[in-house]
């Protein structure tokens, strides 16, 4: 099972972007990269998945390089509401495990 | 569509009694998980279920928790006895097996065993 490596927490001011980066050097060729947001008293949510380059929806962009080996997620100019914590996972035969994600704090 | 539906939303009890949390599943999909949150150990996998066979129960802490799923629509995660070191917030999530990767989550039931 592929093992990943994020920060424990990061700071922000509001209107900046955010990049957090982590870290699976063992990832299988089939696995996918997967980001769930989680808020305050409530379930953790999807917000963005990818096999390999960029992607990009409406909530983050995803950023892999080739050896696939790290990936970041990008928010574009965060705001209060962004404050959450932020779960990177990677597929593998077992269902998604979850470690303890880095905790995102927007400051006004 | 009304998303997976958890209830309660919190349970108070004391220790040695027995607790039921319920899940309602999205309709449609075919995998339900049962995960538990706490500060220090973050969000564990207890169970999880396909097409409501128990597939791997390996995170299950003890014998006093007990897991089952009688149809599609409706599971329930059972503790007896609950103890103190039990208090944390239960999550169900479900999802589709050709969207294995993407979870739906419940809103959580907050358990806190006295």
């Known amino acids: 099972l592929a093992k990943t490596t994020q920060p424990i927490s990061m700071d922000s001011y509001e209107g900046q972007e955010v990049n957090i980066t982590c870290s699976h050097n063992n990832i299988a060729t089939n696995d996918y990269i997967t980001w769930y947001q989680q808020f305050p008293s409530q379930g953790p949510r999807f917000i963005i998945q990818?096999?390999?380059t960029k992607v990009t929806n409406e909530v983050a962009s995803l950023f892999i390089p080739a050896d696939r080996k790290s990936s970041t997620l990008s928010l574009p100019r965060v705001s209060l509401s962004d404050t959450a914590v932020y779960y990177c996972?990677?597929?593998?035969?077992?269902?998604?495990?979850f470690g303890k994600g880095t905790r995102l704090s927007v400051i006004a | 569509d009304a998303g997976v539906i958890q209830s309660p939303r919190h349970e108070v009890t004391e220790m040695g009694q027995e607790v039921t949390l319920r899940c309602k599943p999205i309709s449609g999909h075919d995998y339900l998980f049962w995960y538990r949150q706490t500060m220090m150990r973050g969000l564990e996998l207890l169970i999880y279920?396909?097409?409501?066979?128990?597939?791997?129960d390996s995170g299950m802490p003890e014998d006093r928790f007990s897991a089952k799923m009688p149809n599609a629509s409706f599971s329930t995660l059972k503790i007896q006895p609950s103890e103190p070191r039990d208090s944390a917030v239960y999550f169900c999530?479900?999802?589709?097996?050709?969207?294995?990767?993407?979870?739906?989550f419940g809103s959580g039931t907050q358990l806190s065993v006295l």
């Open positions: 996972l990677v597929k593998g035969n077992t269902p998604l495990v």
């Open positions: 990818g096999y390999k």
């Open positions: 279920f396909n097409n409501n066979v128990p597939i791997d």
């Open positions: 999530a479900s999802s589709t097996g050709t969207a294995y990767e993407k979870l739906f």
